[in-house]
Structure formats: structure tokens, C-alpha cells
């Protein structure tokens, strides 16, 4: 059964690694963004994995987990992204990983729940880029073909241009979103105010906003109106 993708526009991605009180989760949770994504790329456990969710879960905000670490899923999100990290220089993060689990755990997945994502990650800096030994930086031309890869070789519904803590080329986000025929074009990377969500969202169907909840809640907040309020082309 094909997994359908749900049109959000705006998602908070949280770190179970990091500390977010109660009120500020609260405000995350009933800000009007259209998901809660759970993830991160180091210090991911199943025990703070579930106390974030148990947290999220006394509200009625969608909350999907993303899954980094076999030893850190838990039952009872709503959905379950599954990264296949197309630039990745270690086998592992493409499908070794993937290819573990479903050999270990197969008879327990609940595939209807299971979204892949063909991940791109575009900043060589981040503590993704090395733990997957991504390959960068990449030419345009090159995310372009990557990208194609996902969607029309491998009919991915997202595809996901990371750049983890670092604003992105949006000239290069939008050049890889018109290649893009049935997938959805994922953003997410140093959303730092209300001006650079509305500008990632010019160019993606979903803008992610993650490192600012923990360092400006306030303008944390105002990205959902101004993603909101951009006409998707």
C-alpha cells in the first residue's frame, strides 16, 4: 500500500537530544504548523525519543518520527520517514541500514506508515554530512540529477534538500524543484526568522524549522504565518 503524502507546508522538526520546556513546547505544538517531526542526527535513544512523543502526544498536532538510529523507534507516531541518503559516501545510510532492519524487524513494521525520503545533504559542516560521509559541495547540475534519481528512477514521494544549520542556495532549491515530477520537494536548513521562511517557501512544498525553536522560540513561532502565507506555485 503506497503511503499518501500529506500536503503540510510547514513542519517543526524537534530534537529528542535537546531541552524544550513545557510552555515552549506547548506553543510549537498549538502554533497552526502542520506537523511535529521527531529526529536528529546524534544522541537519539529510545528513551528520550519516547518522552518527547508521550510530550507531543497531548496534542492534536500530527507527529511523525524520522528515523537516524534502529535502536530509537518507537511505536505510535503517525507516520515513520525513512531517510536514504542519495549523496551519502557510506553504503550504510543508503540502504545497509534499511536492508538490517527489515531483515531484524520486518515482521513488526507497519508499512502503510513508512515514507521514504531521498535525502540530499548540502552542507558539508553538519554533524549529518559527516556521520554519513555525505559527498559535497554539490554543483547544481549534480543536486538536479540526484534529485531525478529519487523521483522518476526510484519514484520516492519526497525528496529532501538538508542543509542542517546553514541557510541554503534557494536559486539552487528552486532549480531542483522544477526538475521534480510527483515528489515532494522537503526544505529545511537554517530557517532563522519569518523573511527566511517566506523565501524558502517561494521555492519548496514543505519548509522544516528545527535549530531556532531552541535558540528564538518568538521567531520560531512567526515562521508558520509567513510559510503560510506564500502561494505555492
Not at 96 to 114: S, T
Request: proline share 5%.
Amino acid at each position: 500500500m503506497k503511503q499518501k503524502i500529506p500536503a503540510w507546508r510547514h513542519v517543526f522538526k524537534l530534537d529528542p537530544d535537546r531541552n524544550l520546556d513545557d510552555p515552549a513546547l506547548e506553543a510549537v505544538c498549538l502554533s497552526g504548523t502542520d506537523a511535529i517531526m521527531i529526529g536528529g542526527s546524534s544522541g537519539v535513544t529510545y528513551e528520550n525519543t519516547v518522552e518527547l512523543l508521550s510530550r507531543v502526544r497531548r496534542f492534536e498536532v500530527p507527529c511523525v518520527l524520522e528515523i537516524s538510529d534502529l535502536e530509537a523507534v518507537v511505536p505510535g507516531f503517525d507516520l515513520y520517514m525513512i531517510p536514504i541518503v542519495l549523496n551519502a559516501g557510506h553504503p550504510d545510510w543508503i540502504l545497509g541500514q534499511h536492508a538490517r532492519a527489515i531483515e531484524q524487524y520486518g515482521y513488526l513494521i507497519p508499512w502503510e506508515l513508512l515514507v521514504p525520503e531521498g535525502y540530499l545533504v548540502l552542507n558539508p559542516e553538519a554533524t549529518v554530512a559527516k556521520v554519513t560521509e555525505a559527498q559535497g559541495p554539490l554543483e547544481a547540475a549534480t543536486a538536479r540529477a540526484y534529485a531525478q534519481v529519487a523521483d522518476r528512477l526510484l519514484q520516492l514521494p519526497i525528496v529532501y534538500l538538508e542543509y542542517s544549520g546553514q541557510t541554503g542556495d534557494f536559486e539552487l532549491v528552486s532549480d531542483v524543484r522544477r526538475t521534480l515530477d510527483q515528489a515532494r520537494l522537503f526544505y529545511g536548513g537554517g530557517i532563522l526568522d519569518a523573511e527566511t521562511a517566506r523565501r524558502a517557501a517561494a521555492v519548496s512544498d514543505t519548509v522544516v524549522v528545527g535549530n531556532v525553536v531552541y535558540s528564538d522560540l518568538d521567531r520560531a513561532l512567526e515562521t508558520v504565518a509567513a510559510v503560510k502565507g506564500v502561494a505555492k506555485n
